[in-house]
């Protein structure tokens, strides 16, 4: 049971981030729905067996299924794999038309990109350098 | 009476299942010809860039060279000594490539290295100065495609060849232009369309008959005959050989196919690619050959094909455009005589088949002379040039008699032989002598285009006075075939000896009659008088027979194509108009409100609701649900990147802690991992966006709310119904039981992964590969626009962390410390939590901490800092390759691990796998930091904007 609400309210939330409006955010929706789809596969083994499978350890009667887990294991790294890749096309695409198109224009980005003509060398200029870019924090 | 005992001999050969006696391997030979002609094409770079359009003259050669090399064998093709050579191709459905040199085959290989010979000959004096490698190495190729389907003896094989002639056809009839392209692709839509027909009619014979070894289906009819599949074969084989030889309806095609360079159009859509279908007809005669409708078939479009493009043709003003009508007429004859299939038809189409060649051939390279000579191929334009180019009018008149079917020239004797074949159509009573009368019909059409032709270049007076004779090297290589065309004539018993043993190929067993000059005063020589007569009536009415011509009702050439094409073009638009849009939602909506609908389904055939199984929840599993439901709606409806960011992570702690609590710590542990890189990566990415997500209409949150809630009520009512109602499966239980003994593991999700379940990992792996040299080549090319001139791997500054000592004495700390317990992991993976995903997530993090602390992968730790993500991810690749490949060097299936004891510990492949495994996860993890990590100047701009004018005068 509550793993079925789990599942429901990750699948919700990430239908609901996929059918938003830009690339970041279908890319959030795609980690909640790989969740869901992970806790579908562990409980798939059935959850009234939850030892962890090291032999040895305890009974094999009480040990979790481990085909699953295996299964979950490699679908994490595949998800992982296309989250940093979509994440790469939101980034690629910054600058692009269609990002731009959804820019806020109170930004500070909106300047024209002819004012740094002269490229400054990176880290030449330790003047431009004190201001932590978002999410620096995290 | 020779070849009548060879060909009893032959019969009595074929009537077995055994190859015949006469069979000799010779691979030297036949490989030996078709690999020469590749090798041909493949120098032809390196001398164009020596001889530039000379080149012609060394394939000439070339081509003449193999006509040498084939020489002895076709020498003893008369005697039925057919010679065979092949080679293992696709053994698991029985396919080898077999070529195999008979009769039939020799009579189109000559011609196609003869005629060949002659084209590039041809080439050096029409070609402008230049290179023109690509038209040099496209008909070398093509006339290894060539020589290839002739000399196939397996189905499949000839159809491959079969197709690469339609694709060498393509290229050059769509290399002379833009203006080209059109025609091509109409050339090439119709072909293939006949290329997807046989490819259909091989697959049935195979199935029929079991075999694809030519020779044996041929020498067994019945095995066709007698099968359901008797007329889809023949029928698809029809449609192939139709659209190849451009008999109606598909003849469009072929006349549009002369916007491509002459020597193209004499090369392959006069003398030898059309033929292609001829070709094929004449192959399955031993099958369909004596089948009423296969005859009838071939009658009636054939000879309505012969008198339709007679007809057009004599419409015509452009001199080439009338040969393309011309040569649609004269396949048509062949196909009609093909499909008589008596002996002396069948030895008519092979006579005029080579007859044909040569005065086509002829015909295309003076038009072209002409037309580079006096600028124009349109017969109002061009007048009395016999003056000025006398020699070049001698051989337009040799060849168009010879078209024409006048003595003594090899075209009148085909002709002859095509009355006498047409003559004995049988398919009904009246059939032969209605038959002969199309193709009389036909003819004198033919004789009055014929003199069209060369009265419309060379009668009349001359009005263009500056004009002189060609060059003598751009005359020759069409002296040849015309002169030919007039010796062979009289001296036709020379080719005797190759057309009976064609037509025995063709209908084994038969008396085959010879080839003469002079019948006597046969029924046919009356005929030839009447088409001669006809023709010289028709001409002298020529003004009114214009008018006539000219005021028939008539679409554009192609028309009805291309309305089918544009036709197939819109429906297609319609049936893929919902996969058309731009956005993700339009393209995500469908299979939600799909889902949807079938979880609705399952529930009205279900007729209960899901209920839970007992025992799946535990008391501790609430309080984490409450934690993840409350940040997983919170990260949906944030409205601030960082903060959803946040609440995504807490989501994925909170997922990781529900896999501790289900009894999986290796996926707990690694998901963790994933999570803290995840939200690294995120952040990298998101920095230079703005940080609120773009604004959604109300309305369409709300409609894309209703659909999200409706699809989550969905997930779990399917996970309701389909978890923890039964047992532990069978495939888990097993890998419990046994998974020590035959891996030395005690850790089973890990023995899993890398031992018995090896594949999938290293399906995964390649995913995560492609991932990371996605990453890379992607932001290159950002790195690129955002930083010109300067290396884009160099990283964002790490001047944003204030306190960047900190984290750098930190990292220099932690790092070793970090790489160490990644080798520990690494290694206690087959017993314990860890392994190569495990272990390189945790190498990773490190990365990710060196990138914060000093800007750039790695920082001053030496290992780290040398670590590139192509080179791992590649070496990864390959180690994980390697290993599955040792399996199979020691004969077991790919990938199965082993393993030995060193020092008392079990060393196994598998934990070379999993190291594989580990340098491909790590390579990606550097992608990320290296790419997204990287920061230009206009990210750069964005954070420093505010002090901006301060520096303004001081930027170099």
Redesign the interface.
């Known amino acids: 049971m509550s793993t079925a609400i789990a599942v429901g309210v990750l699948v919700a939330a990430g239908t609901y981030l996929i059918l938003q409006r830009g690339l970041v955010r279908i890319a959030f929706g795609f980690i909640l729905l790989g969740h869901a789809v992970n806790l579908v596969l562990v409980a798939s083994g059935g959850l009234q067996r939850r030892g962890a499978p090291f032999i040895g350890q305890r009974p094999t009667d009480e040990m979790a299924d481990p085909l699953p887990q295996a299964f979950v294991l490699t679908a994490i790294v595949i998800t992982f794999g296309i989250t940093v890749y979509l994440l790469a096309l939101a980034r690629a695409s910054v600058g692009s038309t269609e990002e731009q198109a959804d820019e806020p224009s109170t930004g500070p980005a909106t300047a024209p990109p002819a004012d740094d003509a002269p490229p400054a060398a990176p880290g030449g200029n330790p003047g431009r350098d004190d201001r932590p870019p978002r999410g620096g924090a995290a | 009476m020779v070849a009548l005992a060879a060909a009893v001999g032959r019969e009595e050969g074929d009537a077995h299942d055994d190859r015949p006696v006469g069979v000799r391997a010779e691979p030297m030979i036949l490989f030996g010809v078709l690999v020469g002609m590749g090798g041909l094409a493949a120098v032809v770079p390196v001398i164009t860039r020596w001889l530039g359009r000379d080149t012609g003259y060394v394939l000439a050669a070339g081509f003449l060279a193999l006509i040498g090399v084939l020489t002895p064998a076709v020498a003893t093709v008369p005697d039925q000594d057919v010679i065979e050579a092949e080679l293992p191709w696709l053994p698991i459905f029985g396919v080898t490539a077999t070529v195999r040199l008979d009769g039939l085959s020799a009579v189109f290989v000559l011609l196609v290295l003869g005629v060949g010979a002659l084209i590039m000959a041809y080439c050096p004096r029409y070609l402008s100065v230049g290179r023109h490698t690509r038209t040099y190495v496209l008909l070398t190729l093509f006339a290894a495609a060539m020589l290839g389907l002739v000399l196939a003896a397996d189905l499949v094989l000839l159809f491959v060849f079969w197709e690469l002639t339609t694709i060498a056809s393509f290229f050059l009839i769509g290399g002379s232009g833009a203006h080209s392209a059109r025609a091509a692709t109409r050339a090439l839509v119709i072909t293939f369309g006949g290329g997807l027909a046989l490819l259909a009619a091989v697959v049935l014979i195979i199935v029929e008959t079991g075999t694809s070894y030519l020779p044996d289906i041929l020498a067994q009819p019945e095995l066709i005959l007698d099968s359901p599949m008797i007329w889809p074969v023949g029928l698809l084989l029809v449609l192939a050989a139709f659209t190849k030889s451009a008999q109606l309806p598909f003849h469009a095609w072929l006349p549009g196919a002369m916007v491509a360079i002459t020597p193209v159009s004499a090369y392959l859509h006069a003398a030898t690619m059309v033929k292609a279908g001829i070709y094929l007809l004449m192959r399955f005669t031993p099958v369909y050959g004596g089948q009423v409708a296969w005859q009838a078939g071939l009658l009636i479009i054939g000879l309505a094909t012969a008198i339709f493009g007679a007809a057009l043709a004599l419409r015509q003003h452009d001199l080439k455009a009338l040969l393309a009508y011309s040569t649609v007429s004269q396949l048509g004859l062949l196909v009609a005589v093909t499909g008589v299939g008596t002996p002396h038809a069948l030895t008519a189409a092979v006579a005029h088949t080579v007859a044909h060649a040569l005065y086509k051939a002829t015909l295309f390279m003076l038009v072209g002379i002409i037309d580079r000579e006096a600028g124009s191929r349109d017969v109002r334009e061009l007048s009395g040039l016999r003056r000025v180019m006398p020699v070049t009018a001698f051989l337009t008149a040799l060849a168009a008699l010879s078209m024409a079917g006048v003595p003594p020239m090899i075209g009148f004797v085909s002709k002859e032989s095509l009355f006498q074949g047409l003559g004995e159509a049988d398919v009904t009573s009246w059939a032969g002598p209605v038959a002969a009368g199309a193709g009389v019909a036909a003819s004198i059409l033919t004789f009055a285009y014929s003199v069209r032709i060369f009265r419309g270049a060379f009668a009349g007076p001359l009005m263009q006075r500056q004009l002189y004779e060609p060059h003598w090297q751009f005359l020759a290589p069409a002296a040849v075939p015309a002169v030919a065309g007039l010796v062979l004539g009289p001296g036709v018993a020379v080719l005797n000896p190759l057309t009976i043993s064609a037509v025995l190929d063709m209908a084994p067993g038969v008396v085959v009659p010879p080839l003469v000059f002079w019948h006597g005063l046969s029924p046919e020589l009356f005929l030839s008088a009447f088409t001669i007569a006809a023709g010289l009536l028709l001409f002298t009415v020529r003004g009114r027979m214009d008018r006539l011509l000219q005021a028939a009702p008539s679409t554009p050439e192609g028309m009805l194509f291309d309305r089918g094409f544009a036709g197939a073009h819109r429906l297609a638009g319609w049936l893929t108009r919902p996969g058309d849009a731009r956005?993700?939602?339009s393209h995500?909506?469908g299979p939600?409100v799909g889902l949807v609908g079938l979880a609705v389904g399952a529930l009205v055939a279900a007729d209960r609701l899901p209920t839970?199984?007992?025992?799946?929840?535990?008391a501790l599993?609430?309080p984490v649900?409450v934690l993840?439901?409350v940040a997983?709606?919170g990260?949906?409806l944030a409205r601030r990147?960082?903060l959803?960011?946040?609440l995504?992570g807490l989501?994925?702690i909170t997922?990781s802690a529900?896999?501790a609590?289900?009894?999986?710590?290796?996926?707990a542990l690694?998901?963790l991992l994933?999570e803290v890189?995840?939200?690294v990566?995120?952040?990298?990415?998101?920095?230079?966006?703005?940080?609120?997500?773009?604004?959604?209409p109300r309305r369409r949150?709300v409609v894309?709310?209703g659909?999200?809630?409706v699809?989550?009520?969905?997930?779990?009512?399917?996970?309701?119904a389909?978890?923890?109602h039964?047992?532990?499966?069978r495939?888990?239980t097993y890998?419990?039981?046994f998974?020590?003994e035959e891996t030395g593991g005690?850790?089973?999700?890990n023995t899993?992964?890398v031992g018995f379940?090896a594949l999938?990992?290293l399906g995964?792996t390649t995913?995560?590969g492609?991932?990371?040299l996605?990453?890379v080549l992607?932001?290159r090319?950002?790195a690129r626009?955002d930083?010109?001139g300067?290396d884009p791997i160099?990283?964002?500054?790490p001047?944003?962390?204030?306190n960047r000592a900190v984290f750098q004495v930190t990292y220099r700390v932690l790092a070793p410390a970090m790489l160490t317990l990644s080798v520990y992991l690494f290694f206690r993976g087959h017993?314990?939590p860890g392994g190569g995903?495990i272990a390189a997530l945790v190498a990773g993090i490190a990365v990710t901490f060196g990138w914060i602390a000093h800007?750039r992968v790695g920082g001053r730790v030496p290992i780290i800092r040398s670590l590139r993500a192509a080179p791992l991810v590649g070496g990864g690749l390959v180690l994980c390759l390697l290993v599955g490949l040792s399996a199979s060097l020691r004969g077991e299936p790919f990938l199965t691990p082993t393993y030995t004891y060193l020092a008392g510990l079990p060393v196994s492949t598998s934990t070379l796998f999993d190291l594989g495994v580990y340098l491909v996860?790590l390579g990606?993890v550097v992608a990320?930091v290296d790419?997204?990590g990287g920061?230009g100047?206009?990210?750069?701009?964005?954070?420093?904007?505010?002090?901006?004018p301060?520096?303004a005068g001081?930027?170099?």
Do not use: C, K
């Not at chain 2, 839970?612 to 535990?618: D, E, F, K, L, Y």
């Not at chain 2, 609590?661 to 996926?667: M, Q, S």
């Open positions: 956005t993700p939602v995500l909506t939600v839970p199984a007992p025992g799946t929840s535990r599993d609430w649900l993840l439901v997983t709606i990260a949906a990147v960082l959803a960011l946040i995504l989501v994925g997922v529900w896999f609590l289900a009894g999986a710590p290796d996926v690694t998901l994933v890189l995840t939200a990566a995120a952040v990298l990415a998101v920095r230079v966006m703005p940080d609120r997500f773009p604004a959604v949150s894309t709310a659909l999200a809630t699809l989550g009520l969905v997930a779990a009512g399917g996970t309701l389909f978890t923890g039964r047992d532990r499966s495939a888990g890998f419990l039981q998974a020590e005690h850790n089973v999700v899993l992964l379940r999938d990992t995964e995913v995560l492609v991932a990371a996605g990453l992607l932001l090319e950002t626009r930083l010109p300067d160099v990283p964002g500054p001047r944003q962390v204030s017993y314990a995903f800007g996860v990606l990320v790419r997204l920061l100047p206009a990210v750069a701009h964005r954070f420093t904007r505010p002090v901006e301060a520096n001081g930027a170099p």
